[in-house]
């Protein structure tokens, strides 16, 4: 059988640091191709390094985490910036980026937020690339900033409503499931709700590793995707095959790297 893809991860993160081989070669067993995000300078320089480091099968993404931007310094933000500049044929997207209203909620701190999410975006755009979109309680507000850009987007995570998913497959972009909807079961009524809404035809799979472990206790890894996939067969009645060709072809497409 095909390999499913780890549509969002974060092995640059310092919880895998000195392990990256052994999870690299615990994960090519299991999986296609891993696509790793940077969200910080630090992590950035890191996950660029993986990707040449094990070239082929890691591939980077850079962006800066929303919670964290309104109270980052410009040149925090400027280093980013410059960053994605200069390696932009070594990266498959821009992000994660996007807008979180559940962390930031003061009025000023939103809207610092946002100009920060809108400084990506023009720069996704300058350099043709897909952006993967982070948005908690802000899905609809980050799909309707998205409206003034000529971009893809990938909502990563996605946890929203499951009416609003179908939207953001309608205006053209993907809707990645994760293993917090593993985690939550077959059984929660919004998770049933999402996986059967979401066209196969737009759903993208990832595990946000380190994060969103679906065993108690364990830190997540890209070969925890195929949980996510099984969960998505069984919702949706059909063969665990052709959700790993459709999210894994799904998935090619968006990055295009
Ligand atoms: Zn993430």
Same mark, same amino acid.
């Given at each position: 059988?095909?390999?499913?893809?780890?549509?969002?991860?974060?092995?640059?993160?310092?919880?895998?640091?000195?392990?990256?081989?052994?999870?690299?070669?615990?994960?090519?067993?299991?999986?296609?191709?891993?696509?790793?995000?940077?969200?910080?300078?630090?992590?950035?320089?890191?996950?660029?390094?993986?990707?040449?480091?094990?070239?082929?099968?890691?591939?980077?993404?850079?962006?800066?985490?929303?919670?964290?931007?309104?109270?980052?310094?410009?040149?925090?933000?400027?280093?980013?910036?410059?960053?994605?500049?200069?390696?932009?044929?070594?990266?498959?997207?821009?992000?994660?980026?996007?807008?979180?209203?559940?962390?930031?909620?003061?009025? &000023? %701190? =939103?809207?610092?937020? @946002?100009? $920060?999410?809108?400084?990506?975006?023009? +720069? *996704?755009?300058?350099?043709?690339? !897909? /952006?993967?979109?982070?948005?908690?309680?802000?899905?609809?507000?980050?799909?309707?900033?998205?409206?003034?850009?000529?971009?893809?987007?990938?909502?990563?995570?996605?946890?929203?409503?499951?009416?609003?998913?179908?939207?953001?497959?309608?205006?053209?972009?993907?809707?990645?499931?994760?293993?917090?909807?593993?985690?939550?079961?077959?059984?929660?009524?919004?998770?049933?709700?999402?996986?059967?809404?979401?066209?196969?035809?737009?759903?993208?799979?990832?595990?946000?590793?380190?994060?969103?472990?679906?065993?108690? &206790? %364990? =830190?997540?890894?890209? @070969?925890? $995707?195929?949980?996510?996939?099984?969960? +998505? *067969?069984?919702?949706?009645?059909? !063969? /665990?095959?052709?959700?790993?060709?459709?999210?894994?072809?799904?998935?090619?497409?968006?990055?295009?790297?």
């Amino acid at each position: 059988m095909k390999k499913p893809v780890d549509a969002h991860c974060h092995l640059c993160f310092k919880y895998f640091k000195g392990e990256e081989d052994e999870v690299v070669e615990r994960s090519r067993k299991k999986v296609l191709r891993v696509y790793d995000c940077g969200a910080t300078p630090g992590t950035a320089r890191r996950t660029l390094e993986l990707a040449e480091r094990f070239e082929g099968f890691v591939f980077s993404t850079i962006g800066l985490h929303p919670p964290r931007a309104p109270r980052m310094q410009q040149s925090v933000i400027d280093d980013v910036v410059r960053i994605i500049r200069e390696h932009a044929d070594r990266i498959a997207a821009i992000g994660e980026i996007g807008l979180d209203y559940h962390y930031v909620k003061e009025p &000023g %701190e =939103r809207r610092r937020m @946002r100009e $920060v999410f809108e400084r990506f975006l023009k +720069l *996704a755009e300058e350099l043709d690339k !897909p /952006v993967v979109i982070h948005a908690r309680d802000a899905e609809e507000h980050a799909l309707e900033v998205l409206e003034d850009y000529d971009v893809v987007a990938m909502f990563h995570c996605y946890d929203g409503p499951a009416e609003l998913a179908r939207r953001i497959a309608d205006a053209g972009h993907y809707v990645s499931l994760s293993t917090i909807h593993v985690i939550r079961g077959p059984k929660d009524e919004r998770t049933r709700e999402l996986l059967e809404t979401v066209p196969l035809e737009a759903a993208l799979t990832e595990t946000d590793s380190p994060y969103l472990s679906p065993v108690r &206790g %364990e =830190r997540n890894e890209p @070969r925890n $995707v195929w949980r996510v996939i099984e969960l +998505l *067969a069984r919702v949706k009645g059909v !063969p /665990v095959g052709e959700v790993v060709e459709t999210t894994a072809r799904n998935a090619l497409e968006f990055y295009d790297l």
